[in-house]
């Protein structure tokens, strides 16, 4: 027998939506406005969501994960596939995927997005949804950028980044014009920057992250003597526990830290300390005036590379 579930009381109503998962939910979203309202009054949930631009959205809740899929075939519509124990895949209704990325947003009142992906289009299929996400100050965990020939005018795309709240990291494998010039103005935990030319020691002396890795550097080794004679101040960068570069600009010209490069200990067994999957071989204790100790390796070669762990 059909039940009039809009004609519970409001807080009876919203417990039965604390118990349905998103496929649920979004299924009775699509019944009409009026059960879409319904849902929405229920207040704020603590989903998360990934979302790279493409037709696949990833709900995470509750320690699971439930894939929205997009398919033109309406006699897939709401067809579910477990894939594992922890995660389940449903196909629905693809027209423009911002179009389905909002509508999850605002259905289920979702305030935080796990992962924002920037891999196809470019700054025309972006800008609007960035801006949407700016105004309506949603946190984003992480942004990626992936390298693709294909994107077009990412580099538009960056002062719009800047406005955006991303906490935990921003990663860009994209390549840049060599006239690009970009400031960071807010930083995540992490950042991963290839091609990173335009990052130079002015932001480096500003960076808040706990982690910085920068590729296809240009920064040489006056650029991070100044990074580490600021280092060894009391109360300077207090976040930091790595840092990796890899220039070009790193030789054996001029010194970091009163030693020339290559900087490593050399003894008959290797040494080595680790934080988390960052690791540095063969270091070199430096220690700041407080008496914290980092600990450093220089590597010469066709890419000169520089580690620092804290």
Known sequence: MPIALLNFPTDLLREVFKLCDPFELYKLSKCSKKTQKSIKSGGTKTWKLQFSGGNRIVTSADGLRYTFDGTQKPDKFFKIKHVTRNRSCMSIQF?????????????????????????????????????ELIQRNIEIEEVHINYNPEVQDVD???????????TQK?????????????????FPTRILLHNSFWFDISQLLECTCVRIELQESILSNQDIDAFFQK??????FP????????????????????????????????????????????????????????????????????????
């Open 95 to 131: 027209d423009d995927p911002f179009d389905v990325f909002f509508y999850l947003l605002d259905t289920f009142r979702i305030r935080v997005v796990e992962t924002l992906g920037i891999h196809l289009g470019g700054y025309e299929v972006y800008s609007k949804a960035v801006r």
């Open 239 to 310: 976040n930091l526990r790595f840092l990796k570069i890899v220039s070009k600009n790193i030789d054996d010209k001029s010194p970091i830290l009163g030693m020339i490069p290559p900087i490593l200990h050399v003894t008959r067994a290797r040494t080595a300390i680790s934080w988390g999957a960052d690791r540095v071989e063969d270091y070199v204790r430096v220690t700041k005036d407080d008496g914290a100790v980092g600990f450093l390796n220089v590597q010469l070669g066709d890419w000169p590379t520089l580690k620092f762990l804290v």
């Open 231 to 236: 280092w060894k101040k009391p109360g300077t």
């Open 156 to 166: 538009k795309l960056m002062p719009l980044l800047n406005q955006m709240n991303i």
């Open 170 to 186: 921003f990663e860009c494998r994209q390549k840049f014009p060599s006239e690009f010039r970009h400031q960071l103005d807010n």
